[in-house]
């Protein structure tokens, strides 16, 4: 039977939908709340994250059966909670995009750049092949997290990076990957699809408290018209379902001042999951959100139901990698308080040097301003806002600038931690534009009273928009920089460049002898050489650390380098590798000899050998 048959494929993918939607909304109906496309598909990612930390914790197979037989225990248990007095029914959650009204063209063509970039582009991020897709087809692949975060020479062939992101979005993407059959990328389109359809009715929905459907229609147009915040959707990352949370975090706290407002406490709970479950330092939205609850002088049962749902579980990854690694961040040296690798955590200092005095020059902040008003001016019109608001006091103001602030402090503090440089720092604000944009919206509004004042703010906002499109079609090119011709491409061109330069590095490789097992700094091999036939061995592993280890003395490191068969290192060009290699490694005179074996565009390979046996 030919399960890849288009009548099969469609059957999968109402698998994959289902598993993001159906949990979510008969916890919706459990907790007689309405319905909404973003709250069920958020909730269902919460309950899949807790799923997969519940496999992982208890041992038991993580595969697609296991994970929909948890799915359906949960979306059964919930449906059968009867329905009490006073019920919500499940009502439509598509107002907001039925209401777009004369906007709905100019919308439906963001949508169509959109959904051209999911199906030529999936999983645009530099890093996603190597990370969280990477992580997703490991879990399946061995049916478990025991590896993750690596710790032994083992975990680090299994998963290549010194880091413990939570198994978040690798979960999502585990369960695409699961429902397609494969691991192809495009099953992640709706996952990616969903999360920013989700945080349109989001902005919907709370901008619409704000100010009613103008400001909830033009907010919504905002966001369309922010590309570096589309993009944050696009790469495939952390930052799509991290700026859906917040978001989400603020609707729902919004809902908790009401009569009914007990109700929202546990789906604000479930939002506070699912920004937890994207990075290390997620857990922190968890706490902003109780404290944004007490500022808000909520009822303490509400501030305690909400603590009860989200910190438990928001808990529980930090303390499994606590417990495994003895730091509970893992890849961070926090003042030498927790072990970490060594050599890991040398070497990235080396490869974000350059990038710590980031925001130290006059140039930086230029830069840092043109990338504002180039790919995000919405957010910054909704920053001015924000600020006049403030001092205005007006409530909802206050509690989004509590968010926007702890967004811009966790992008502040990323800055000395990312390779990528200033703009690709920003996906990082994500949560912060996914915000303002309401605020911007709501500013006009209530700014521009005059009604032909207010028509020519309505056509400014459909010029921004228009001039966002190519934006977001070609980022991470810039379209005043490229031909109109190539707009199509210019979104993978960075991707075709990478897939370029492996091809290229796998025709140096091939017909070196002895290539079995190679030690590298670059991330996206293990997947890459794996087709000839070759291992990986990270600079970091364990397996070579005494390649580093300053006590040992050459003819013990020279021993064992003879023994393990090592013979080969394929270094990239640009980054710190080389010199850290000279400054670092345990090679001297007269045992090794390290000279170039061969070079692509990006890479060296250089091939260590022993020229004068160590003494026994």
Known sequence: MDWSAPPFIVLRLALLLAG???????????????????????????????????????GITISLVTIAVSLGLVALTARLVPARRGATELTS??????????WWPLYLVFWAVVGYRLITQPLSGPDVYFRWSYLAEQMLQFGSLDFYPPRSGGDFVRYY??????????????????CGGNKHALWTSPVVALQLLSLHEVIWRLASRWGGEVVARRAVLLAAACPQL??????????GMGALAVAGIVWCLHHLREEDGRRWAPLTGLFAIAAASTREYGAVFAVAAIVAAGFMKLPRRRIIILALVALPTTLVWPLRVWALTGNPLYSLDLGGLFPVNPVFVAWT??????????????????????????????????????MILLVQRLREAQVVAWFVALSFALWFLSLAHTAGGLFYSLRVLSPAFGLLVIVASYALGLFIRHAEAAKYAALAVALVLLESLPKTLVLLENPYRAAVRDWLQAGRQFTDAVRAGEQELLTKLKPLPGRGRIVTDDASLPRVLAAIGSATVPLWSPEVAWLFDASLKPEEVARRWQKSGLRYLVL???????????????????????LPAAETETRL????????????
Do not use: N
């Not at 060009?573 to 080389?578: A, E, I, L, R, V």
């Open 20 to 58: 993001l939607l159906l949990p979510g909304s008969m916890l919706l109906r459990a907790l007689r709340l309405p319905w909404s496309l973003a709250a069920a598909f958020t909730a269902s990612s919460a309950t899949l994250y807790v799923v997969v930390l519940f496999l992982a914790c208890t």
């Open 93 to 102: 959650s598509f107002a907001c995009f039925t209401w777009m009204g004369y």
């Open 161 to 178: 990076w010194t880091e413990s992101v939570p198994p978040g979005i690798a979960s999502l993407y585990a369960w695409a990957y699961g």
């Open 230 to 239: 589309t993009w944050s959707f696009l790469i495939g990352q952390e930052t």
């Open 349 to 386: 200092e080396a490869f974000h040097a350059p990038h710590t005095a980031a925001l130290a020059t006059a140039a930086d902040w230029q830069g840092l301003g043109r990338y504002f008003l180039l790919w995000a001016l919405p957010a910054v019109l909704g920053l001015v806002a924000l």
């Open 572 to 594: 990239g060009k640009t980054g710190p590798s080389s010199d850290f290699i000279r400054t670092h490694a345990r090679w001297r005179a007269p045992y090794f000899s390290l």
């Open 605 to 616: 390979i250089l091939e260590a050998t022993i020229t004068t046996a160590p003494p026994r």
